[in-house]
T-cell receptor
Framework: AQRVTQPEKLLSVFKGAPVELKCNYSYSGSPELFWYVQYSRQRLQLLLRHISRESIKGFTADLNKGETSFHLKKPFAQEEDSAMYYCALSGLRNAGNMLTFGGGTRLMVKP | KAGVTQTPRYLIKTRGQQVTLSCSPISGHRSVSWYQQTPGQGLQFLFEYFSETQRNKGNFPGRFSGRQFSNSRSEMNVSTLELGDSALYLC????????????FGQGTRLTVV
């Protein structure tokens, strides 16, 4: 079975502070990992995925297979980063877009 | 390009009734997935369709069913509604089935009374 855990439901930081949203997964094969974000009153949208190895809006995430983690990081948080963040896993290579989501972390960036 | 469109946006039904939700994917997208979002269980995968075929199914009872039409539009149906079916139902479309980016609709808020 595949499982994604986001241990923090709420993370509150001040503007300019570093941010790390934690994500741990359980999957026996090679997973595809994603971070999705939902800003207030907007749709859920893809922020980044591990295979692209991009930095989006200053966010990066590294897949650590040894620790089965895919933490999302940003060195300097901005107020516009306040949103709900979901880590997701797709473990069925070549067999679909089924995503297993973590419970989500609400990030609040205070001025 | 128009985004994923879900109709209706809000729905109130009575226990025991059935409901049909609709999803129009982004033009050119052939994969449609459905998710249930509740405060207690979070986002849970319901099923995925590609080229009118169900490819994957989540751990939901048989009361939950879906289908996809030749134009890639999809519907999901819930029969014999229970109070616990109250949730936000999200539809997502993807271009192919190769673990590609999922584009989500705004959801249908179903309330069962």
């Amino acid at each position: 079975a595949q499982r994604v855990t986001q241990p923090e439901k709420l993370l509150s930081v001040f503007k300019g502070a570093p941010v790390e949203l934690k994500c741990n997964y359980s999957y026996s094969g090679s997973p595809e990992l994603f971070w999705y974000v939902q800003y207030s009153r907007q749709r859920l949208q893809l922020l980044l995925r591990h295979i692209s190895r991009e930095s989006i809006k200053g966010f990066t995430a590294d897949l650590n297979k040894g620790e089965t983690s895919f933490h999302l990081k940003k060195p300097f948080a901005q107020e516009e980063d306040s949103a709900m963040y979901y880590c997701a896993l797709s473990g069925l290579r070549n067999a679909g877009n089924m995503l297993t989501f973590g419970g989500g972390t609400r990030l609040m960036v205070k001025p | 390009k128009a985004g994923v469109t879900q109709t209706p946006r809000y729905l109130i039904k009575t226990r025991g009734q059935q409901v049909t939700l609709s999803c129009s994917p982004i033009s050119g997208h052939r994969s449609v997935s459905w998710y249930q979002q509740t405060p207690g269980q979070g986002l849970q995968f319901l099923f995925e369709y590609f080229s009118e075929t169900q490819r994957n199914k989540g751990n939901f009872p048989g009361r939950f069913s879906g289908r996809q039409f030749s134009n890639s539009r999809s519907e999901m149906n819930v029969s014999t509604l229970e109070l616990g079916d109250s949730a936000l139902y999200l539809c997502a479309s993807s271009f192919t089935v190769m673990n590609t980016e999922a584009f989500f609709g705004q959801g249908t808020r179903l309330t069962v009374v």
